[in-house]
């Protein structure tokens, strides 16, 4: 998927790492930071409901030539092809969450390992079929941008009023 993210500067981070140290500091921020990634984990990988478009309003318009649906009908026939679609749900299962440190950093990701992901999933890549059908990575971002850092404003929190 295209880069996108957001950055969360926490406030209390430094007095948090003072007081308990680094390796403590990092103790307490990173289940909050897999927690972050789990919420957008969850969000975006929520499939849309499937009976969004039909064949006919497609730009296609149903079949073009006598070829096409004679193929259509063997391939059905064939059991090359169900109706209704049968869902796979290769894309939903192939999101993965990774946090990971280096520094005074704590990053986590999230990303989809399927190589057309971002033609489903990804704002600036997004086939016209998916659009305004699938939600995007960047969509989900900017929902949940305003929650998580309240998970890491109460974690501190709670971690500096535990001392």
Do not use: C
């Not at 969509?139 to 890491?152: C, V, Y």
């Amino acid at each position: 998927m295209a880069d996108a993210g957001f950055t969360i500067e926490v406030e209390g981070l430094a007095e948090l790492l003072q007081r308990l140290g680094r390796l403590q500091g990092f103790g307490v921020l990173t289940p909050i930071m897999y927690q972050a990634t789990a919420l957008v984990h969850a969000d975006i990988a929520t499939y849309p409901p499937q009976a969004h478009r039909t064949w006919a309003s497609s730009p296609w318009g149903g079949f073009k030539t006598s070829k096409q649906r004679r193929y259509f009908f063997w391939a059905l026939r064939e059991g090359v092809i169900t109706v209704p679609y049968a869902r796979t749900n290769w894309l939903h299962d192939s999101w993965t969450e990774k946090v990971t440190s280096s520094g005074m950093d704590l990053v986590g990701e999230v990303g989809n390992v399927r190589a057309y992901g971002p033609l489903v999933q990804d704002r600036e890549q997004q086939a016209w079929m998916h659009q305004g059908v699938w939600p995007t990575i960047q969509d989900s971002l900017d929902k949940l941008e305003p929650d998580i850092p309240g998970l890491f404003r109460d974690g501190v929190q709670a971690a500096l009023a535990g001392l």
